[in-house]
């Protein structure tokens, strides 16, 4: 009986010492080697990303309405001014929504600004406004003007200034009518000249094409977006001449002169979008891809547009990467052809000959094919020196900066006089334009880098997440928020700037180099290191437990024998 | 999802890209086409914007289709930014395609090119190219930065003004120049990468504008020079003045750093043709087919950018781009025995004209040895002859002029050819003259030893001598012994700065003076440590290379030096700038050293874990058993002969007892 008692106490030892090392493992081992082996995962605001997830943009924009004389009787001049607010919904997809707000003020024109309608053509009386008051950034302002006014031809219905002002004839009417007939009547005139100096809705879709399915967005736009270079806080423009021929051509071009005279005020103008740098080279010998074919006809050498495609490669090696910075180039080239190789002419798809002689590849830049067999006689003692007229060459490629900038073509409905530019490259509308899609475009891009970077992070559980991450990723979010909440103030520059800090944080977020660390870390590997210690450790532990299990197990079968 | 995926690929384009550009690419021009045809293929460029998927599939599909899209010819729009120019047009435009009337504007750079070819005593030939590219500009002023390059290569011009670089110099390497058979060259390079800066005296963070700048240069030469960092980086007190004008004396703008380990070929060679303004295609350049540069027993390329002045008044400042190409030929060896050569055996192209930009093209050949041509034959012949004083010796050239027709002759080529006749003389001794090499044995400690010679048979001279040495040789500065003639020989300056692990290197610098026909020895001692095993390169037995050692020196002139600036000078003759007649600047590469260090075998770690998980695994095994095990009382055994007694009975069938 004293055995039997030793045997259970000796037996009841080994089972409790087995359960007392089970305990230490899982209680202290485990938590142990979790805490260990640990990857750092800093906190990111999921609740708020998955909130930018589906977008809800609003973009207001600030329209002054401004009667001139004679085109409100004097009972209708007496209920204004006044202001109105108009909202469009627009629901593009399931996850993103569109909203325009319009707020409209209509008011009677100051003394001062009737003296300057008064001028002898429109033009004057633009910049005469545009002295008189200088409108904030995003805003439009519409004077209204008399039918019988003489500042716009017969058959002009709206003129569209340099700065942020048009001029509307006013429709005859009834001097009867309340002020809300007149009103309503001129909406949809006042809605046109919006639609042309602030946004349009399939312009604003096209910017959002990061977020949302081809199908919605309509060729043209999409063509103007893919064009148009990724928005960037700078850019590099980068004149090249090639003169694939030194030993006939000796060129020399006025560069400098001429972009101090022909881009730089473009580039001033477009300072609140990105920083610009200006440089040129001259590559010799730098030859096409294509040989070109010659063409009986015309007895001139012709380049189809089909193989367009195939001419820059060749002189890309020979461009040369930017060495000192990252932001993208836009790369202008003027291609001299070799003596033996003129005139060289380029066809468009209709076999017809482009007549600035210029192609453009989108987000790359332009080339165009000068030709100066014309400049020398047979007789010329080679090499000739030939001065290239810079003035037909940055009108070429003014145009073609101006596409692959974004600053869209705009077609204005009937009716319609725009204004050009001037010498300023650029109208006040049409910057407005471009800030408003560059803006949506940011925020679009912005939100889809964070919103899949947090996606990823939150699939793959072994990326380290640092705390710079963390902090670019709020930031990012911060900034994103801000800029939404500036569009929908109507404060156009400041949601541009918002959007920028957003899209910087946001990519140098998803490019950080930490984030690639431990993302490839191998199973096997992880199997290989834990198996040597962990197998012969855990093995006698389960064991010793499922006899344990058994025993208790048996002792309770016995029991209800017993008691049976 | 789908979104996450395309995100993923971009990032996998741009990594790829990245280390496109970063590897040591066969052929630049390749890899960027390669890059190239990414960003024109839309379905890869649009890979970035998620939602474009579909469109992009649809066009990679058909390729015309995509084209379409992606080639517009500029058309609508330009009439109108025309017709906004006009205005400016008129007062601008001076009467385009009237070309009689046009006379050009002085241009601001001139390009030179040259050829030297110097048949070396040994029987080898040395060819060095020199290219020179000088831009009048103003670069003091910090404010008007230059961006408008004809000649002058873009992308160095952009880095001189983004890391405000003063002067620049860069070097690539293969093999060693063999001072006692070949004598000086007319630039000295040690085997390796070599790169010394002087940054302007404006600049605030120099450590950072080096470190972006070997990374912006690692891009632009295709080599590894991103592998400089502060572990090889010294700034040498007095053996790197400036060579060009600025009289720099702060040695905290200047860098300098050696990769003795770094393998030039042709990737190095593409990029350094391409920064010449006619290319490959026409001039000297056309020679240069890296079959051949690299089948050779010496080649070292390199640009030295340095400010310089205008003209011989110094009424200006200008840019100075020099590109130099040396390279020693084993004909002798390769020739069964035969000294000949010609442009074309060496090249195996020859040459037809001049690079139509260069204002000055020329091809010198040494024949000094053979005044009247008693020991070779050179052909074509030339009248003209150049005489011109190099590294303290009166050397006769013969000069070929490309920019002239009447060079080429009738076959409109030019293949100059050298018969010997006789042998040739002994050569003078290089005056000085310097070897390094490790001795000791053990994996634990060793001594360098540097070996200076003056050969000089009166003359006592001072050298500069610089050693860098990585810090995990650690030196110890203690056992420094410099003897010539076997006595003690006391340095008159010397500086040390002291390693720091993985930090910075061991920096010595000292003033030596050299007795006549002599031979001084510097020695130190020095350990070595033991890394971590992370820090080892992947071929650790291979060794680890320590720079070589720079000696540079006032070395004594036989005959007076030109120190006539107002003279035009051939390029190689002008390099280093003298500034007395009586003794020329000459700088002297030792070998760079290979040394074993001690190494772990690397499959160590693993062996490790599993040695001690079996270990803790069979300890913990007997512990367990120990702890859980149930022991009882187990009756004693009955003794030997009472079991063999059983199992007998049991046989039998009896019972047992």
Known sequence: MAAMTAMEIEKRRGRNSALAIAAVVILLGLPLWWKTTETYRAWLPYSQISELDSLQLQLSVDVEVVFSRGTLSPEQQKKVPLSQAKEQEHQVDAKNLLRYRYETKYRTATVMEEDALNQPTAQEADLSLHVLSESACGSVVVYVIPESSTLLPADVKVFVGQWRTALLRAAPLPPAGSLKEVLSALEPQVKQVIDTMSFSHQEIVGALSDRIRISQVSKESLVDSMRAIKSSPGYEITFSLLNPDPKSHSLHWDIEGAVHSYIQPLLNKLTPIANFSVDSQILYYAVLGVNPRFDNTVSAYTLNAASLAHVINPVEARLGSNAASSYPVLNFLLYIPEAHHSPLFIRDHGKKEVSSNAFHSPRWGGIMVYNVNDMYGPEAEFPVDINIDMAKVMGVFLAQLRLLLGVHKTQPPPGFVLQSPGSAGLADWELDRLLWSRSVENVATATTTITSLAQLLDQISNIVINDNIAQQVSSAVTSLQAAMAELEAGNLAFALQYSREAILASERAFFDPSLLHLLYFPDDQKFAIYIPLFLPMCVPIVLSLLKIVNEIRQKRADKLAKKD | ?657
Request: hydrophobic content about 35%; glycine content about 4%; charged content about 20%.
């Open chain 2, 1 to 657: 999802m789908a979104a996450l995926k395309l995100r993923w690929g971009a990032v996998f384009i741009l990594i790829f890209v990245s280390l496109f550009l970063t590897c040591k690419c066969d052929n630049v021009e390749n890899s960027n086409e390669s890059v190239r045809d990414k960003d024109v293929d839309p379905s890869a460029s649009q890979a970035a914007s998620p939602g474009e998927t579909r469109h992009g599939e649809e066009s990679s599909t058909e390729e015309v289709q995509a084209e379409k899209q992606q080639w517009h010819t500029t058309e609508f729009g330009i009439n109108d930014a025309l017709e906004a120019d006009k205005a400016d047009s008129k007062t601008l435009n001076d009467s385009p395609g009237d070309s009689k009337s046009f006379t050009p504007p002085p241009a601001k750079d001139h390009f030179q090119e040259e050829l030297v070819i110097r048949p070396l005593h040994s029987g080898d030939i040395y060819a060095s190219f020199q290219f020179g590219i000088q831009l009048d500009t103003d670069f003091e002023q910090e404010e008007k930065k230059v961006s408008h390059y004809r000649l002058f290569p873009k992308s160095l011009g952009q880095v001189l003004s983004k890391f405000s670089v003063q002067e620049l110099h860069i070097s690539f390497t293969q093999g060693y120049w063999r001072t006692m058979q070949w004598g000086q060259p007319f630039i000295p390079a040690p085997p390796g990468a070599e790169l010394w800066v002087w940054f302007h005296n404006t600049v605030l963070n120099v450590d950072e504008n080096w470190k972006e700048l070997t990374n912006v240069l690692s891009g632009i030469f295709c080599a590894s020079l991103n592998f400089i960092d502060s572990t090889n980086t010294v700034q040498p007190t007095a053996s790197f003045k400036p060579l060009g004008l600025g009289n720099a004396t702060d040695h905290r703008f200047l860098r300098y750093a050696t990769l003795p380990r770094e393998i030039v070929c042709t990737e190095n060679l593409t990029p350094w043709k391409k920064l010449l303004p006619c290319g490959s295609k026409a001039g000297l350049a056309v020679l240069m087919k890296s079959e051949k540069l690299f089948h050779s027993s010496f080649h070292s390329q390199a640009v030295h950018i340095r400010p310089v002045c205008k003209d011989w008044q110094c009424s200006g400042t200008a840019w100075e781009l020099r590109q130099t190409l040396g390279v020693v030929f084993d004909l002798y060896t390769s020739g069964q025995g035969k000294k000949d050569w010609s442009l074309f055996k060496m090249f195996s192209r020859t040459l037809t004209e001049a690079c139509p930009l260069a204002s000055s093209s020329k091809v010198y050949v040494d024949v000094t040895d053979n005044p009247e041509s008693e020991l070779f034959d050179l052909s074509p012949a030339t009248p003209v002859l150049n005489t011109a004083v190099v590294l303290g010796d009166r050397r006769t050239y013969a000069v070929y002029d490309l920019t002239k027709a009447v060079t080429f002759g009738q076959l409109r080529s030019l293949n100059l050819l050298m018969r010997w006749k006789g042998e040739s003389g002994d050569m003078l001794r290089p005056l000085l003259h310097a070897e390094r090499y490790v001795a000791g044995f053990g994996l634990q400690t060793g001594e360098i030893h540097t070996l200076i010679y003056n050969n000089h048979p009166y003359r006592a001279f001072p050298v500069l001598l610089l050693e860098s040495v990585p810090w995990y040789l650690r030196l110890y500065i203690h056992t420094l012994t410099i003897t010539s003639k076997s006595r003690e020989n006391k340095p008159s300056y010397i500086h040390y700065q002291p390693s720091k692990d993985r930090l910075r290197p061991h920096l010595l610098e000292m003033l030596v003076q050299l007795p006549p026909h002599s031979v001084t020895e510097v020695t130190v001692q020095f350990e070595r440590a033991l890394l971590k095993w992370t820090e080892y390169p992947p071929d650790p037995n291979h060794g680890f290379y320590v720079g070589s050692s720079v000696i540079s020196a006032l070395v004594p002139s036989v005959v007076a030096m030109d120190i006539n600036s107002t003279l035009e000078r051939p390029l190689f003759s002008s390099f280093f700038h003298t500034k007395e007649e009586s003794s020329y600047f000459v700088r002297v590469y030792t070998e760079p050293l290979l040394v074993n260090l001690p190494t772990p075998d690397f499959s160590m770690p693993y062996n490790v874990i599993c040695l001690t998980c079996t270990v803790v695994a069979v300890a913990y095994g007997s512990f367990y058993n120990l702890l859980t095990r149930t022991f009882q009382v187990e009756e004693p055994s009955p003794p030997l002969a009472k079991r063999l007694a059983n199992i007998i009975r049991r046989i039998r069938g009896v019972p047992p007892l």
